[in-house]
């Protein structure tokens, strides 16, 4: 079974600068890879996806992830974060073969400070 | 353009009361999910429908029962709600291994 695991349960940052928030995963055969964002009080919405190609990936908001097979890992990243970032972000895997569901990490609150 | 539909948006419980998640999505979507989400734990699997006609048991299914009624609906039934049940409850879709489609969550409060 699959499993992932996000390294920071809290992450504070001043506006404009640089974030990063780490998720490694645990799989024996091959993943895809999510990042959702949730804005207080909302559903989560999906931020970017991994599913093949190229393993440097772009998505909402400015913000990218790098899948690093090798390490297992995913992380995410923003060059300059803004106040409106304030919010909890969730790695999630799946497996590729089936309809296997999502496994989720246990969240990274990400406050952005002015 | 609805997405994922969940009703009610908040709800409070006896201990012992039973009650019924709704959830619809108008996506065409094969597979339909229920999490749940617990500060510090994450969103974890209670129950899913890969397909109409299907369901499974996911990480923390006890307690809980559901039913796929058609291709839009899967609903999640408390039969007797204990306080440990009390959480935010999201319902998700998707089509094949495509990323899923979130409702915006039942708040359950059981006291």
């Known amino acids: 079974a699959q499993s992932v695991t996000q390294l920071d349960s809290q992450v504070p940052v001043f506006e404009e600068a640089p974030v990063e928030l780490r998720c490694n995963y645990s799989?024996?055969?091959?993943?895809?890879l999510f990042w959702y964002v949730q804005y207080p009080n909302q559903g989560l919405q999906l931020l970017l996806k991994?599913?093949?190609?190229?393993?440097l990936v772009k998505g909402i908001n400015g913000f990218e992830a790098e899948f690093n097979k090798s390490q297992t890992s995913f992380h995410l990243r923003k060059p300059s974060v803004h106040i409106s970032d304030t919010a909890e972000y969730f790695c999630?895997?799946?497996?590729?073969?089936?309809?296997?569901?999502?496994?989720f990490g246990k969240g990274t609150r990400l406050s952005v400070i002015a | 353009n609805a997405g994922v539909t969940q009703t009610p948006k908040f709800q409070v419980l006896k201990t012992g009361q039973s009650m019924t998640l709704q959830c619809a999505q108008d996506m065409n979507h094969n597979s339909m999910y229920w999490y749940r989400q617990d500060p510090g734990m994450g969103l974890r699997l209670i129950y899913y429908?890969?397909?109409?006609?299907?369901?499974d048991k996911g990480e923390v299914p006890n307690g809980y029962n559901v039913s796929r009624l058609n291709k839009r609906e899967f609903s999640l039934r408390l039969e007797s709600a204990a306080p440990s049940q009390t959480s935010v409850y999201f319902c998700?879709?998707?089509?094949?291994?495509?990323?899923?489609?979130f409702g915006n969550g039942t708040r359950l409060t059981v006291t």
């Open positions: 998700a879709s998707r089509v094949g291994n495509s990323p899923l489609h």
């Open positions: 999630a895997v799946s497996v590729r073969s089936g309809n296997t569901p999502l496994v």
């Open positions: 799989s024996s055969v091959s993943v895809y």
């Open positions: 429908s890969a397909s109409e006609g299907t369901t």
């Open positions: 991994y599913l093949s190609g190229s393993t």
